[in-house]
């Protein structure tokens, strides 16, 4: 079975740091690009970054360039999310997710496998 | 950014009819070297992750049952259950994954009426 497990998130003062890990399961995690997702409470679905299967493209949501730093490590079956400069406004539960696309055939980024999430509080 | 536009907000329908959510793209999510478009569906209940419903806008995603259907090309796309079951009420999300950022609608709520 396919599974990712999200971890790292908990309550932080703004301006601090933070790096949420996610360790994949199930499949070749190298065969695929990875990406994280994050709800705000009661809201809706905002895509945070990708980073291709040689982490040689990434992209960054506007609302975190600059702030945050996304990197996989493919020997440990592992995604990550550095969050520096924190800010209320990045409250939210973060998923990781997989995409559908084997080999990252024509970029298909729709999201197949989602973790659970890990919950992220930014507040004073 | 390419801006995703679901309508209606909410919907309620009765257990076996037809329920159907739109979705708008500002821009055209279909590429014309491959002819796919890069529009995705999830369906998301109360503390649990998304779902992914359908890809490439009507491919449904294995395990996922045939009442579920999308259709559309361009920049309007329909999402269709067929015969709503009780297990159907959640928020439903269309997505496009053409070019970063990749963006999500707001969401419809679906529930019985």
């Known amino acids: 079975e396919m599974q990712l497990v999200e971890s790292g998130g908990r309550l932080v003062r703004p301006g601090r740091s933070l790096r949420l890990s996610c360790v994949a399961s199930?499949?070749?995690?190298?065969?695929?690009?990875m990406h994280w997702v994050r709800q705000a409470p009661g809201k809706g679905l905002e895509w945070v970054a990708t980073?291709?299967?040689?982490?040689?493209?990434?992209g960054y949501a506007d609302s975190v360039k600059g702030r945050f730093s996304i990197s996989r490590d493919n020997a440990k079956n592992s995604l990550y999310l550095q969050m520096n400069s924190l800010r209320p406004e990045d409250t939210a539960l973060y998923y990781c997710?997989?995409?559908?696309?084997?080999?990252?055939?024509?970029?298909?980024?729709?999201?197949?496998?989602w973790g659970h999430g890990t919950l992220v509080t930014v507040s004073s | 950014d390419i801006v995703m536009t679901q309508s209606p907000d909410s919907l309620a329908v009765s257990l076996g009819e037809r329920a159907t959510i739109n979705c708008k793209s500002s821009?055209?999510?279909?590429?014309?070297?491959?002819?796919?478009?890069?529009l995705a569906w999830y369906q998301q209940k109360p503390g649990q992750p998304p779902k992914l419903l359908i890809y490439?806008?009507?491919t449904r995603e294995s395990g996922v049952p045939d009442r579920f259907s999308g259709s559309g090309s361009g920049t309007d796309f329909t999402l269709t259950i067929s015969s709503l079951q009780a297990e159907d009420v959640a928020v439903y999300y269309c997505?496009?994954?053409?070019?970063?950022?990749?963006?999500f609608g707001q969401g419809t709520k679906l529930d019985i009426k």
């Open positions: 997710a997989k995409s559908v696309a084997f080999l990252e055939y024509l970029l298909a980024d729709a999201f197949d496998v």
């Open positions: 199930g499949f070749n995690f190298d065969d695929y690009g």
């Open positions: 980073i291709r299967r040689n982490s040689g493209g990434i």
């Open positions: 821009q055209s999510v279909l590429y014309d070297s491959n002819n796919k478009n890069y």
């Open positions: 490439w806008a009507s």
């Open positions: 997505q496009q994954y053409y070019s970063t950022p990749y963006t």
